[in-house]
């Protein structure tokens, strides 16, 4: 029996709500295709702050190791932002990331169709905008030793930013990988004219290029690679970079698509286990009020279908479903046009698990 | 005699020629102001590297430092793109900072309405930006100890990133002060939620804040404000934020005004004594064309007179210029709709240079 399992987090604020949707889409894949989940629930976040004072306990941290891919909604809100380090949601992301070896973080930025006029961008820059950011996740300034000390000057902080070839060799060879199944180019974005690290990036890069003669390789510095994000988003196939550039990075070009709400991301390591969850956060201002938009919690659902389960006929039929009831007109609140005819978050799920 | 001396570096690729026209803008101010400049030019950069075989020759360094002000044009270029790092343009750019002092850079963003339709943002969206970044420039990752060691996963490479209280409250202090000027609200961006510099950066724009209640303040993460400069860039005034993050947030905000060829820059230390440059850079593909757009450079003069002179009536004298030469149409290749209409770097110095 090829039962999957999936270690199901719901987190903080719409989390709960948007992941709610997309195991309706789930178990409707299970009608329709004849796969078979297994699916449970673990705390995480600020709710496993509340119930467990820890934002990652450790059933959960188990509950993951033992499933064969990981889907989140959201974690964080206002509630647990003035808390201690170790009381932090945030806590808990970046200790799943690391204890589940997570060290690439990929985030399709698509321009959604229908909703082109929702970005800040003009219609004509962004046409043809379909890009991917591959994130390095679990090194850099992230997980770098961090502390505090007296110097001359009163009290100072102290970041260190490290990487290992082995460590960016990894995430440079995934990207490469990437490219190959789509454009064939990659940009490489690094800090190299100011920082060690950057230099080894580019070094590593420049080498495991050698293995990929296909691909059109550039090389852009963070600053630059801000601005050309702005000036010429369709010219980017694949873009690969180290954790914070990512993290800055991944928001700019998720935002120029104006499709936020509809982003997935996959989080993966070596094997084909994955964390996948919206682009979009834990939106406490809405929650509870049934009004979020869950596609990008289901587009997730799909995502994992094809980079961990290999089940593409599934994770088109959630696609195509989702386009079908986009193009038919219907609307959450954050994507309409015209707000009073917006639906809320179950409708939503409903009319694309119906899509089917 | 009130004779001001000004330390000239043209620098790199189109450098010297948009310097040139600031110089002609500079006589012309001593013809209708009164006012008195002797100036001197230096080797910097790429060109110093060639002559001197550094890009910060000492003397060139002493210039400077007996001068009331430096204008910058850009230094860099491919020639010297591979080189070791002693021998890197840019590595006399940072040196020059760390050995004047000039702990802040400042980065007027705002929209030019004749060239509106030149952003790739929707001039909707872009109507009334007007923000000044603020940038930490001698602190953090650039300039903590960097090196390469052997680890377990072969070699790697270390950066640290170091901030004392001294050097951020500094920094910020001097935002403050901005926003009192103009809006009067200030955004501090960091990533509290990961590093131990944000945290205590954090801490002391809280401390510092209280001296300001009039001011407006918000914390933004840096990857929300890589997202919310595309969404609502109209609602920021002053942004103030470390080294790294200024370097690529003030580089976004510049390019979506669409106005990056007009976009002047101060780089500030204790006293009055200021750096002055473009904010765009040494553009090697069109140097010595004649094509390049003088006006960041020009507007660099007029901030220079604003903020180390307080010759006030002649940076409005310029500014007004550069306005009413844009107004009657006249337009570098750069900013041109029509290219055919362009004119050349000098005719638009000229043409500067008689409105006043
Ligand atoms: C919440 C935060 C720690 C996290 C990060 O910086 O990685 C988030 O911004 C993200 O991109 O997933
Ligand atoms: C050339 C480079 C070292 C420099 C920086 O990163 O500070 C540049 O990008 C800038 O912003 O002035």
Redesign the pocket.
């Known amino acids: 029996t090829d039962v999957k399992k999936i270690a199901v987090l719901g987190g903080d604020g719409i989390g709960p709500e948007v992941v709610g949707e997309a195991l309706k889409v789930l178990k409707k894949t299970e009608e329709l295709f004849g796969y078979q989940f297994e699916t449970e629930h673990g705390l995480f976040g600020g709710i496993a702050i509340d119930e467990k004072g820890t934002p990652l306990p450790q059933e959960t941290l188990e509950l993951c190791q033992s499933a064969d891919a990981v889907l989140l909604g959201a974690v ?1 809100g206002p509630k647990w932002d003035n808390n201690s380090k170790e009381l932090r949601p ?1 806590t808990g ?2 200790g799943i990331r690391k204890a589940l070896g997570l060290f690439s973080n990929i985030r399709p930025a698509n321009v959604f169709d229908c909703l082109k006029e929702a970005s800040t961008l003009k219609p004509e820059v962004l046409e043809g905008t379909d890009l991917i950011v591959v994130r390095e996740l679990t090194g850099g300034i992230y997980f770098g030793e961090k502390f505090r000390r007296e110097g001359e000057n009163g009290q100072e902080a102290v970041d260190t930013c490290v990487y290992n070839v082995v460590e960016i060799e990894r995430i440079v060879r995934q990207a490469f990988d990437i490219a190959m199944t789509r454009g064939k180019r990659l940009a490489s974005v690094d800090k190299a004219n100011v920082l060690e690290t950057s230099r080894l990036w580019r070094e590593v890069v420049i080498r495991v290029a050698e293995e990929y003669p296909e691909v059109e390789l550039e090389h852009v510095l963070v600053d630059n690679c801000a601005m050309q994000l702005l000036r010429r988003p369709s010219s980017f196939d694949v873009i690969v970079t180290e954790n914070m550039f990512g ?1 800055i990075l991944s928001d700019e070009a998720a935002m120029l698509t104006g499709s936020i709400g509809m982003l997935s991301s996959a989080s993966l390591g070596e094997g084909s286990f994955g964390l996948y969850e919206p682009v979009h956060g834990s939106a406490p201002d809405i929650a509870g009020q049934g009004i979020s938009n869950p596609i990008a919690t289901i587009l997730s659902v799909a995502l994992m279908f094809r980079l961990t389960f290999g089940y593409h006929d599934a994770a088109q039929a959630i696609e195509d479903a989702v386009k079908e009831v986009l193009d038919a007109g219907h609307r959450t609140g954050d994507i309409a046009t015209d707000k009073s005819k917006a639906i809320g978050t179950t409708a939503m799920g409903d009319l694309i698990v119906a899509a089917m």
């Open positions: 964080g945030e992301l970046l993290d």
